[in-house]
């Protein structure tokens, strides 16, 4: 069985985005991307909501198209560009030109669930996602988030969009730490519902 885990980064006031879904306010910090590529050295599929995964496509090209990117952000890029992708929507549409074509599909929002039910019985590494709280709160809300990561910036930043809006969802706390040479705080927790014994 594979693991689906969602990583997002946060200010102190729980959004993980400014406001106008702007991400110029949030506390990014080179340990982001050390985390991100630790993330991504396990995953065997990343999954995205339509309006994160062209923004983070063009990125990720951009910086796979630089020759003084640093090795572990051109890793970085290689992941992202090569490792199969399943966007969650009901308008995104894969034409055969497009460059991202052969790794990466759509699944309309309505069989998001049974197509992440599906990805964790076949398959291997991990489920990553990133970000795109729409996309990945109905999936913690059905049960199907295994683990969830939450960053948190030292910054406040008063409006924006929220970490999560759906029902109260327990989680149990498996780590809290400093990531190295930063000031985000690694929040790690078990997401899974509890089981009845």
Do not use: C
């Not at 003084?68 to 890029?77: G, K, L, M, P, V």
């Not at 990945?136 to 008063?158: K, Q």
Request: no cysteine.
């Amino acid at each position: 069985m594979r693991t689906l885990v969602v990583s997002v980064l946060t200010s102190l006031d729980g959004y993980f985005e400014g406001r106008g879904k702007e991400l110029g306010p949030m506390p990014f910090e080179d340990a982001f991307d050390n985390h991100n590529h630790e993330l991504l050295s396990h995953a065997g599929t990343i999954v995205y909501g339509s309006r994160w995964f062209p923004e983070n496509w063009d990125y990720w090209s951009g910086v796979a198209a630089d020759d003084s990117q640093t090795e572990q952000n051109r890793e970085i890029a290689r992941a992202v560009l090569s490792t199969e992708s399943v966007i969650i929507s009901d308008s995104f549409s894969i034409d055969p030109a497009d460059p991202w074509a052969a790794t990466t599909r759509v699944v309309p929002r309505a069989q998001g669930p049974a197509e992440v039910e599906r990805l964790k019985q076949s398959g291997d590494g991990d489920i990553v996602m990133f970000g795109s709280a729409t996309t990945w709160n109905p999936l913690l809300e059905r049960g199907l988030v295994d683990e969830l990561i939450v960053l948190v910036g030292p910054a406040l930043l008063g409006d924006g969009s929220k970490l999560y809006s759906g029902p109260r969802a327990g989680l149990t706390l498996l780590s809290a730490r400093v990531l190295p040479g930063s000031q985000l705080v690694a929040l790690r927790y078990d997401a899974r519902p509890a089981r009845d014994v």
